[in-house]
């Protein structure tokens, strides 16, 4: 083996074998990756990379970046190479920090490289425009969509929260007009529960794509229930304070429900009857809590119960001259004629509380002689009276009219001996 390496030609041989094998290497390592600059530094070209913009996004709004996307070029060794490109920690940024409202042409600066690597952004460059944010906080609608299962019908939506932030830019902040979520309820039988996305609206309904809103998706619940209808409840008065004492006022705690129920029963009802609140006995104030009862097919009531609070104060008299009387009940074949009173008048003491009693006048008051199935004749029947509300008649007041029946001139079918009236009211 000494000899071998003792001899010069053995030595330049093996000298020139290992120089052809370290060029071989190297050539082989150049072309492994394209873009070889031949000196063992690589090029590797990397597409459609998008801009970054760096801002305050609570103080400005991005209009446009263009363009919004850009080339990057980056040398360096292969395997650093192939370490970037496997990452993808990289970007390219659009620093906006120092930038106010406007258009701007703005370098563009690649981040996340390492400091081995060259780095070439095409274009270098973007055009941005740059708007002033303006924020609105808006009530949230809920349009409620389709038609639940036969026979039912869907409620007042619950949304939570009621009330959002839509960021928008300063041109357009005038045009946001509303932002709603869109609930279906096609076919339900039961409550729907959503997660509902938020959109902003202009008046004219068209969407707005540049809001931004804050929270952008918010929960809405729509109650499935049987058709129903809000309606006026009118409680029913009964008796009357004792004399001496009258009632100035009922307040009710509440003037509406919501009746459900059949759609067409519902569509004849214009008011709800409530419960009775008896009068009788009063002689100081006095609230009642009383439940408010299903009538007919009703279902269901809501709220179920009302608070009727009665103000009583001491009465006072009035007397109510020449009320005229009215006849109802006649039978269009006979005549009907008042003969006591003659005057078909009379007077009547009414009692009440003081402030109502001082305005009343005769004409607010009706009497009313009812002569229903009577046959021709003479007939002593008692006057009833027509009072408005929280008026009663004095305590002795007890009054009867007389009337006589008697036929038609003309009309033979009157029985004989039948007087024709002279006058009538």
């Known amino acids: 083996m000494d000899q071998w390496l003792r001899n010069t030609n053995v030595v330049k041989v093996v000298a020139l074998v290992i120089g052809i094998l370290l060029w071989a ?19 590797e070209t990397i597409g459609n990379v998008a801009v970054t913009p760096k801002y305050n996004e609570d103080q400005f709004f991005i209009e446009d970046i263009s363009p919004a996307q850009v080339t990057v070029t980056i040398a360096g060794r292969s395997s650093t190479l192939k370490r970037v490109l496997n990452s993808a920690n990289y970007s390219v940024e659009l620093d906006l920090t120092n930038t106010g409202k ?3 042409m703005v370098p563009l600066t690649p981040v996340g490289f390492p400091s081995s690597v060259s780095v070439k952004i095409t274009p270098a460059y973007a055009k941005v425009v740059v708007d002033e944010k ?28 009621k009330q959002v932030t839509v960021g928008v830019p300063s041109r357009i902040y005038e045009a946001v007009e509303s932002v709603r979520a869109d609930v279906d309820v096609d076919k339900a039988d039961s409550p729907v529960t959503a997660q509902a996305k938020l959109v902003a609206y202009d008046k004219d309904g068209k969407a707005i794509e540049e809001a931004i ?31 001496g004492f009258a009632v100035s006022g009922i307040r009710q705690s509440i003037d509406k429900v919501t009746v459900y129920g059949a759609q067409d029963m519902l569509d004849r009802l214009e008011f709800y009857e409530g419960p009775q609140v008896d009068l009788s006995g009063l002689k100081e104030d006095k609230e009642f809590t009383l439940p408010i009862p299903l009538r007919g097919d009703v279902k269901q009531i809501d709220p179920g119960e009302v608070t009727v609070s009665v103000s009583i104060v001491p009465s006072q008299t009035k007397i109510l001259e020449s009320i005229p009387l009215s006849i109802i009940g006649q039978n269009d074949g006979f005549h009907t004629s008042v003969l ?25 008051v009706q009497g009313i002689v009812d002569v229903s199935n009577l046959p ?15 008026v009663k008649k004095g305590s002795q007041e007890y009054l009867r009219a007389t009337v006589e029946i008697s036929a038609r001139e ?16």
């Open 340 to 364: 006591i009173p003659q005057s078909g008048r009379l007077n009547l003491t009414v009692e009440g509380a003081p402030d109502w009693i001082e305005k009343l006048k005769p004409q607010d």
């Open 376 to 390: 021709p004749g003479r007939h002593e029947v008692p006057v009833t009276w027509n009072l408005p509300t929280f």
């Open 25 to 43: 290497v190297v050539r082989m390592d150049g072309s492994s990756i394209p873009g070889s600059t031949g000196t063992g530094t690589v090029e």
């Open 410 to 425: 003309g009309d033979t079918s009157a029985p004989s001996g039948t007087a024709n009236p002279s006058s009538s009211p």
């Open 102 to 104: 406007g258009e701007h």
């Open 134 to 161: 303006k924020n609105k906080s808006m009530p949230v609608t809920v349009q409620v969509t389709g038609t639940p299962t036969v026979g039912l019908k869907a409620g007042q939506p619950v949304v939570k929260p």
């Open 213 to 243: 809103i804050n929270p952008a998706v918010v929960e809405v619940e729509v109650p499935i229930t049987s058709p129903f209808k809000l309606v006026p409840l009118q409680v029913k008065l009964v008796g009357e304070p004792p004399p």
